[in-house]
């Protein structure tokens, strides 16, 4: 099933922040920013289509990230870090719903 055009755009920013790949250290980081932004089942959906992508091993370092975040085990300066870039690539740093669609990626 596609991803619903929000999410999608999200995948787009994420391979523009992230031209090379997620490197396993960020998801974490990644995750909380996400959640910050999106809903528990956004983020759900944003992991699983990762997790398709990915090789095995970053699709267990996906799993372990949502556990973590969902534990509140991000780190603030990870998050900042991982906020930069993801700025860098064109993510909006406004709350989803703020988002203006025509200047999006």
């Known amino acids: 099933m596609p991803l619903p055009p929000l ?3 999200v995948i787009q920013w994420l ?3 992230y031209p090379e790949g997620v ?3 960020d998801y974490v980081p990644l995750f909380a920013l996400l959640g ?3 809903s528990d089942a956004e983020v ?3 992991a699983k ?3 398709n992508e990915s090789k095995p091993e970053s699709a267990e370092a ?3 990230a949502v556990v973590a975040v969902t534990n509140h085990q991000a780190n603030d300066a990870d998050v900042a870090r991982v906020r930069a870039r993801l700025a860098a690539g064109g993510w909006p740093l406004a709350k989803p719903e703020h988002f203006d669609g025509s200047h999006w990626p």
């Open 7 to 9: 999410l999608s755009s």
């Open 15 to 17: 391979r523009a922040g």
């Open 23 to 25: 490197p396993d250290v």
């Open 36 to 38: 910050s932004q999106l």
């Open 44 to 46: 759900m959906s944003i």
């Open 49 to 51: 289509e990762l997790e």
């Open 62 to 64: 996906i799993q372990n």
